[in-house]
T-cell receptor, first 113, second 108 residues
Framework: DAGVIQSPRHEVTEMGQEVTLRCKPISGHNSLFWYRQTMMRGLELLIYFNNNVPIDDSGMPEDRFSAKMPNASFSTLKIQPSEPRDSAVYFC???????????FGQGTRLTVV | GIQVEQSPPDLILQEGANSTLRCNFSDSVNNLQWFHQNPWGQLINLFYIPSGTKQNGRLSATTVATERYSLLYISSSQTTDSGVYFCAVEGGSYIPTFGRGTSLIVHP
C-alpha cells in the first residue's frame, strides 16, 4: 500500500479564498483523522471519522472549517474563507478498528497571505 | 480528555551518546505510539506499544501502562536521529492524543 496520501503538499492562497485539502486513507482502514500542527498548539485533532461518519468534530476551530468523507477512500477538509491564522501543516491519518496503529500522510503545508 | 506530557522538551547530544525520552499520561490507555518527525516534517511510526518492551535496532521502547508512562531509548545516536519525537496515546475513544514532543538535535 502507498500509505496515506495527501494533496496538495503545499498550498499558498490569499486571505478570503477557499482552500480544499484532500486525503486518501490506507485501503481497509475505517478510521480517519485530520490534525493541524502549529508551533503554538502542537498537533491538535480537528475531526475524526469512523466508517465515513464524523464521530468527533469538537476540534474544528469554527464554521469556516468543514470536512467530509463521501466514501471509504476519500476525505476533504475545506476552509472557506481562509485567514492568515489558518497557516499550518494539516495532516491526515488513518487506522483500522480498535487497537491498531495510526499512519500519517506527508501533510499539506498551508500558507494564507 | 487524556493529558500527555513529554520530557525533556529539548535535548542536544553528541553523536554516539545514549538518551531516554519519557511520556507520561493521565489515564489508562488502549494504545500508545511513538513517532519521529524528521526535519522534512514527515511523521514516521517508530513503535506501537500499549504495554511491554520492543526493540528495533538502536531504538527501544517500554510502556508501563499501570504506572502510566512510556520510555523511548535511543542508543549510539546518529545525526539522522535529529528531529522531534512524539508520543501519542489513545483512551476509550481510540483517538490519538499527542504530547508536545521532545526536540532532539544530534551533533556530529
Amino acid at each position: 500500500d502507498a500509505g496515506v496520501i495527501q494533496s496538495p503538499r503545499h498550498e499558498v492562497t490569499e486571505m478570503g479564498q477557499e482552500v480544499t485539502l484532500r486525503c486518501k486513507p490506507i485501503s481497509g482502514h475505517n478510521s480517519l483523522f485530520w490534525y493541524r500542527q502549529t508551533m503554538m498548539r502542537g498537533l491538535e485533532l480537528l475531526i475524526y471519522f469512523n466508517n465515513n461518519v464524523p464521530i468527533d468534530d469538537s476540534g474544528m476551530p469554527e464554521d469556516r472549517f468543514s470536512a467530509k468523507m463521501p466514501n471509504a477512500s476519500f476525505s476533504t477538509l475545506k476552509i472557506q474563507p481562509s485567514e492568515p491564522r489558518d497557516s499550518a501543516v494539516y495532516f491526515c491519518a488513518s487506522s483500522g478498528t480498535g487497537n491498531t496503529e495510526a499512519f500519517f500522510g506527508q501533510g499539506t503545508r498551508l500558507t494564507v497571505v | 480528555g487524556i493529558q500527555v506530557e513529554q520530557s525533556p522538551p529539548d535535548l542536544i547530544l553528541q553523536e554516539g551518546a545514549n538518551s531516554t525520552l519519557r511520556c507520561n499520561f493521565s489515564d489508562s490507555v488502549n494504545n500508545l505510539q511513538w513517532f519521529h518527525q524528521n526535519p522534512w516534517g514527515q511523521l514516521i511510526n517508530l513503535f506501537y506499544i500499549p504495554s511491554g518492551t520492543k526493540q528495533n535496532g538502536r531504538l527501544s521502547a517500554t510502556t508501563v501502562a499501570t504506572e502510566r508512562y512510556s520510555l523511548l531509548y535511543i542508543s549510539s545516536s546518529q545525526t539522522t536521529d535529529s528531529g522531534v519525537y512524539f508520543c501519542a496515546v489513545e483512551g476509550g475513544s481510540y483517538i490519538p492524543t499527542f504530547g508536545r514532543g521532545t526536540s532532539l538535535i544530534v551533533h556530529p
